[in-house]
C-alpha cells in the first residue's frame, strides 16, 4: 500500500475513532448502514482516492424513471456535485462514487468528504428503494467544498 494513502486512513481511523487495522485491511467505512469503499488510484503526484458505494437497484417499474433521473443528477452534477451515479450492469444496482486527489486530502477533508458521501448516497437510496415519483436528494457539496489545497 503507497505510505501516504496509508497514512491518511491512519490518520482518519485515529481521529473517528476506527480500529486503524480493519480500516486498513477492508478500506470500507459504513456510516448509517452504508458501506462506502476507498481506493488508492496510482501513486506519486497522480495518485487519487477513490471513494464508491452501492446504493440500491430500482425494481423493474421504475428502471426508466430512475435511470433519468440519475442522468440528470450527473448532468453538471447538479444532484451529486462531482460524484458520479451510474448503474451496474449485471443488476443494475446504482452507484456513488467519486475521486479526489490524494495530495488534496487531509484526514479532516476525508471525513468531510465521506460524511456528504453518505448522506447524498442514503437519499439517493431511499429515492431508488422508496418508490417516490421525484427524487428528493439534498443539494451535494460541490467540487471546491474545502477538498482544495
Known amino acids: 500500500m503507497y505510505q501516504p494513502y496509508k497514512d491518511l486512513l491512519i490518520t482518519l481511523a485515529e481521529?473517528?475513532?476506527?480500529?486503524?487495522a480493519s480500516l486498513i485491511a477492508t478500506e470500507e467505512i459504513?456510516?448509517?448502514?452504508?458501506p462506502i469503499g476507498l481506493q488508492l488510484d496510482g501513486e506519486g503526484e497522480q495518485a487519487e482516492v477513490l471513494l464508491c458505494s452501492l446504493?440500491?437497484?430500482p425494481s423493474a417499474d421504475r428502471w426508466a424513471e430512475v435511470a433519468a433521473a440519475l442522468l440528470h443528477a450527473n448532468h453538471l452534477w447538479t444532484g451529486t456535485g462531482g460524484a458520479t451515479l451510474g448503474m451496474l450492469p449485471v443488476d443494475n444496482t446504482v452507484s456513488l462514487s467519486l475521486r479526489r486527489p490524494l495530495r488534496?486530502?487531509?484526514s479532516e477533508k476525508l471525513a468531510v468528504l465521506l460524511a456528504k458521501t453518505a448522506d447524498i448516497g442514503l437519499a439517493w437510496q431511499d429515492y431508488i428503494a422508496s418508490g417516490i415519483s421525484t427524487p428528493?436528494?439534498?443539494a451535494y457539496f460541490d467540487a471546491s467544498t474545502s477538498l482544495r489545497a
Request: net charge negative.
Open 136 to 138: 428528493g436528494v439534498p
Open 15 to 20: 481521529e473517528i475513532g476506527l480500529d486503524t
Open 55 to 57: 446504493l440500491a437497484a
Open 104 to 106: 488534496d486530502l487531509d
Open 30 to 34: 459504513v456510516i448509517d448502514d452504508l
